[in-house]
């Protein structure tokens, strides 16, 4: 079955650290991967894609089909990285699986 | 500005009553979507509309019902409430994913309906 795998419920890194908030999924075929973020008492919103390969707010993600990852990566951390991420897989259709996010803490 | 509103940010009901959790979107969105949001659960799919009067299950639709009688409104019913469904609640929108080469299409989130059921 289709399914995103976000293995860690916490990731408390301090301010300048890098971050890694990793991604797996379970797809034959050929996925389209996000990443969500919700700030806190924001909405939920679409922070990047990987077909854009492009970097937001300096973070990026890059598709390893061979190992099924799209880890979000950021070198230097800000406290205004503080928030919930979703991974979340398209396959070829309407609807998104979104993994069970990870809580990025950023300490000053 | 995009905008995707829900009726109400905060709801308490209790065991057994009827409730409705509106969600409007005013960008002309064909799809819309129910989700539950849930520590340790992620996101949900309870359902999924991509036309008025059309509906798809989602991944946990058991004691959900919606509604989609015009395009820019998504109603999730609970014909009876009960404390299991007690949870933060999300509605989205988006344009269709139609193009293959087009990719998928951003979902825009409301701000969620954090409901209690006594």
């Known amino acids: 079955a289709q399914r995103v795998t976000q293995p860690e419920k916490l990731l408390s890194v301090f301010k300048g650290a890098p971050v890694e908030l990793k991604c797996n999924y379970s797809?034959?075929?050929?996925?389209?991967l996000f990443w969500y973020v919700q700030y806190s008492r924001q909405r939920l919103q679409l922070l990047l894609r990987h077909i854009s390969r492009e970097s937001i707010k300096g973070f990026t993600a890059d598709l390893n089909k061979g190992e099924t990852s799209f880890h979000l990566k950021k070198p230097f951390a800000q406290e205004e990285d503080s928030a919930m991420y979703y991974c979340?897989?398209?396959?070829?259709?309407?609807?998104?699986?979104f993994g069970t996010g990870t809580r990025l803490q950023v300490f000053p | 500005d995009v905008k995707v509103t829900q009726s109400s940010r905060y709801l308490v009901k209790r065991t057994g009553e009827k409730v409705f959790l509106e969600c409007v979107q005013d960008?002309?969105?064909?799809?819309m979507f129910w989700y539950r949001q849930d520590p340790g659960l992620g996101l949900r799919l309870i359902y999924f509309?991509?036309?008025?009067?059309?509906?798809e299950k989602g991944d946990i639709p058991e004691g959900y019902s919606v509604s989609r009688e015009k395009k820019e409104r998504f109603s999730l019913i609970l014909e009876s409430a009960s404390t299991n469904q007690t949870s933060m609640y999300l509605c989205?929108?988006?344009?269709?994913?139609?193009?293959?080469?087009?990719?998928?299409?951003?979902?825009?989130f409301g701000p969620g309906t954090r409901l209690t059921v006594l």
């Open positions: 979340a897989l398209s396959m070829v259709t309407d609807k998104l699986i």
């Open positions: 989205a929108s988006s344009y269709p994913w139609r193009n293959p080469g087009g990719g998928h299409n951003e979902q825009f």
């Open positions: 797809y034959s075929g050929s996925p389209e």
């Open positions: 960008m002309d969105h064909e799809n």
């Open positions: 509309s991509y036309d008025v009067k059309m509906k």
